[in-house]
């Protein structure tokens, strides 16, 4: 292997496998995140409620949903208030908060065991189906 190729590789392989500080809290971001958009997303789905719709009911363009949706674009709890308060929808999430000495796990090998239990759009659809089974 080139030598010039060879550091810059070991250096990626290192940040992946021990993420900054700051990386880590990302990481944790976006999953937080996930939950309350995979929430959304499944009232929406009930409701027939496009992502298009969802931006005229905020006031925001079409392509801001689409990068919150794929987590381009973070979203900040006065947001998710204006969902709420749009779709008449009410959030109950629970955290449990975690031993001060304990440390979060934030390796990359941990965040695809948590995202692997991330619904899919297709999974969140069958779901519906199963509850409403007339949408179908």
Same mark, same amino acid.
């Given at each position: 292997?080139?030598?010039? %190729?060879?550091?810059?590789?070991?250096?990626?392989?290192? !940040? %992946? /496998?021990?993420?900054?500080?700051?990386? !880590?809290?990302?990481?944790? +971001?976006?999953? %937080?995140?996930?939950?309350?958009?995979?929430? &959304?997303?499944?009232?929406?789905?009930? *409701?027939? &409620?496009?992502?298009?719709?969802? =931006?005229?009911?905020?006031?925001?363009?079409? /392509?801001?949903? /689409?990068?919150? $949706?794929?987590?381009?674009?973070?979203?900040?709890?006065?947001?998710?208030?204006?969902?709420?308060?749009? %779709?008449?929808?009410?959030?109950? $999430?629970? !955290?449990?908060?975690?031993? !001060?000495? =304990?440390?979060?796990? $934030?390796?990359?090998?941990?965040?695809?065991?948590?995202? /692997?239990?991330?619904?899919? +759009?297709?999974?969140? =659809?069958? *779901?519906?189906?199963? *509850?409403?089974?007339? +949408?179908?």
């Amino acid at each position: 292997m080139n030598k010039a %190729l060879k550091a810059p590789l070991s250096d990626f392989f290192e !940040q %992946l /496998s021990q993420p900054s500080e700051e990386q !880590q809290i990302t990481n944790y +971001a976006h999953l %937080l995140m996930a939950d309350y958009l995979i929430e &959304i997303e499944k009232h929406m789905l009930r *409701e027939k &409620i496009s992502k298009k719709k969802l =931006a005229k009911l905020l006031d925001v363009s079409p /392509s801001y949903i /689409s990068q919150v $949706f794929v987590h381009n674009k973070f979203i900040n709890f006065k947001t998710l208030s204006k969902i709420a308060h749009q %779709l008449d929808f009410k959030y109950a $999430f629970h !955290q449990k908060p975690v031993e !001060q000495k =304990a440390k979060l796990d $934030f390796s990359p090998a941990n965040i695809d065991s948590w995202m /692997s239990n991330v619904p899919t +759009a297709s999974n969140m =659809a069958d *779901e519906v189906d199963k *509850e409403f089974p007339s +949408a179908a």
